[in-house]
């Protein structure tokens, strides 16, 4: 049974600014909880800012670090989920309730990629 | 994607989910199993052309219940069915409404509670539950167990057939039934794991595709049994065990000991969850079994196994779970805490159990503990007749080399 790491992106410069409708919260909960019963999630988290980030390139033969936040990438991973599901179609419908669940005015979006087993 | 891929996806989700729902209002698995079938192929019609609603999942179980109540009101028995039919008739929530978590939970406990029942022979457990809870097909399970569809298909018709006819009650037990019942549940899982992870015949010595669909099923029951402490202890056990699938067999498939691991190639993050699901497992012969798995992952050398604790444990599941295969798993972990003198005793007692008598692993324990006395020649002729007796051709290859090197 394949893996896959879900990234969901979002724009932090278009982030919604008040706090989370509490009904979204609680299709969340009720989402992850399901997700978990159906013995297909591993690992869920959401993110820190990108503020709170630092990246590190190594070119050249140099390492050279820059501290967020990354301003002059569009869309930024703003959470992750791991799973484990029978196949890439499984994998997809999970995250398209995911998304689903979020607000209307909203723009997330999410990247489904199965993971190399060695 | 195809359309017909994101139905069969949906469908995959919510097979179990809608059988256990059906097998409700019609009190039989292997009819609402045929009614769960009866609506995917209706969903492969409507939904290429009108689109997948919104709650799919809804749909399909709203779509199959209607259809398990007309199938009850068509059955000649219609006065006293329609008394039993008359709550379920209320529960069907409209298709955009989603049910009640808690019910759907209710559902899939009375579901491989049902598939698991003792009434049935211990393949037949395993293929139904397979089938019903794990969703899987009659051509996986086959290709998993290295036997042909049609046994397969006939032993899960069997199986339906024989739950029916016991008039096996679609019902989690409670009282003094429960325990025996909820080990039934738990040990067709584990044997499930176990087939996949030490695999009994034929050339593979591991089918880690068997050990995921375990493990799924274990995670599925942990998180539906959240108060039952022993479900927490299979789930961590299996968790530790799988996390070293890949280290297990070398680049030829040939089996690789514990102690010549590359502990790098351990799951970390199964380690993890085992450990996390051992926080929340009890003392019962799973629970233990896990400590002990644990004890394995946590060591980062093979030196650093604590030996002294792992024999306490087995010490612990021996008075538990008394068998011979316990005891013999004890005296590997005192020849590890205390040396080979002190196990060689306790696996000598065990050579007159008739229930070892064609167990490899036996003359295998028995010829490390007395290459490791310097008894070579003793040692030669017990990995010799370990090799003779094993089914697996990846460890005959293993211990007639250790012969060898002798």
Redesign the interface.
Known sequence: ?PRFLTMIRIDEQDLPSDEFPPEFEQRMG?LL??I?????M??TAGLLPTSAGTRLSWSGGKISYTDGPFTETKEVVGGYS?T?C?????A???TRRFL?IHPVEWKVSAEVREIQE? | ?SAA??V???F??ESARIIAGVARVVRDVGIAEEIAQDALVAALEQWPQAGVP?RPGAWLMTTAKHRAIDLVRRRETYARKLAEVGRSLEDVPPPDEPAD?EDI?DDLLRLIFTSCHPVLATEARIALTLRLMG?LTTQEIARAFLTSEATVAQRIVRAKRALAKAGVPFEVPYGAEREARLSSVLEVIYLVFNEGYAATAGDDLVRP?LC??A??????LA??MPEEPEAHGLAALLEFQASRI?ARTGPDGEPVLLADQNRA?WNR?LIH?GARALGRAGNGPYSVQAAIAGCHAAAVRYEDTDWPRIAALYGRLVQLVPSPVVELNRAVAVSMAEGPEAALPLVDALAREPALRAYHLLPSVRGDLLERLGRTGEARAEFERAASLTHNAQERTLLLGRAARL
């Open positions: 049974m009720a909880e399901e978990t019963k159906a013995g297909v591993l690992d791991l484990q029978k196949d890439k179609a499984e997809i419908e999970w689903e060695m | 994607m891929q994101a069969e996806a949906v995959r989700i919104d978590p939970d969703g595709a995921e669909d493990l799924r099923l274990a995670r599925v998180a539906l890949a190639r993050m969850r």
